[in-house]
């Protein structure tokens, strides 16, 4: 989608034909489209300013305390960008990781899906994104029950092992939910 940016700010979508707000840019975004802003008079690419702009407009822009602005401002853009393409690109995977692994043990561990609800609520924070609607247990297949066999020792401290890999993955899950500074 190409969206070209005029001198007195407006914003002319070439696909609809049509002059559209920030608002409407982002919600487009949120949808899926790819979008790519210019100056409509050089050409200029003007994605990342416009995106940011939509970003520092939402709600994200109160998450960030006011020290922390202070210091990326008096940072070079050289140190600013750095921090920004290892930092936050880090964060956001590790995110994406983590949520992936507590969706992935949900079905047996439902408690797992507290955390991600918080963590989801952060991210939906930044990116505006709508909110993840849980599925109801009931949806959820249940593996058929396995024929009953007394447990030896070795297969209860395997399982005990396993519930404790489980505990640490939910804490690292959680641990992003919990917001405040990490000084």
């Known amino acids: 989608m190409l969206v070209k940016k005029y001198s007195n700010r407006r914003l002319y979508d070439t696909e609809d034909s049509r002059y559209i707000t920030l608002d409407e840019l982002a919600e487009k975004v949120r949808r899926g489209a790819d979008v790519k802003v210019v100056e409509a008079k050089t050409g200029e690419d003007l994605t990342q300013a416009t995106l940011t702009q939509i970003i520092l407009e939402s709600n994200a822009a109160r998450l960030l305390p006011v020290p922390l602005l202070t210091q990326l401002i008096r940072m070079r853009d050289d140190a600013l960008a750095e921090f920004f393409g290892r930092y936050v690109s880090m964060a956001l995977e590790m995110y994406n990781q983590a949520r992936s692994g507590a ?53 209860v401290a395997d399982l005990r092992r396993e519930l404790d890999e489980l505990k640490q993955l939910i804490r690292s899950v959680a641990k992003p939910a919990k917001g405040g500074d990490a000084d």
Not at 118 to 128: E, H, I, K, N, Y
């Open 103 to 155: 969706q992935q043990v949900a079905p047996y561990f439902p408690f797992a899906q507290m955390p991600m609800q918080a963590a989801d609520a952060f991210m939906r924070m930044f990116t505006g994104a709508p909110p993840v609607v849980p599925r109801p247990a009931a949806h959820v297949p249940t593996p058929p029950p396995e024929p009953e066999e007394p447990r030896s020792r070795e297969d």
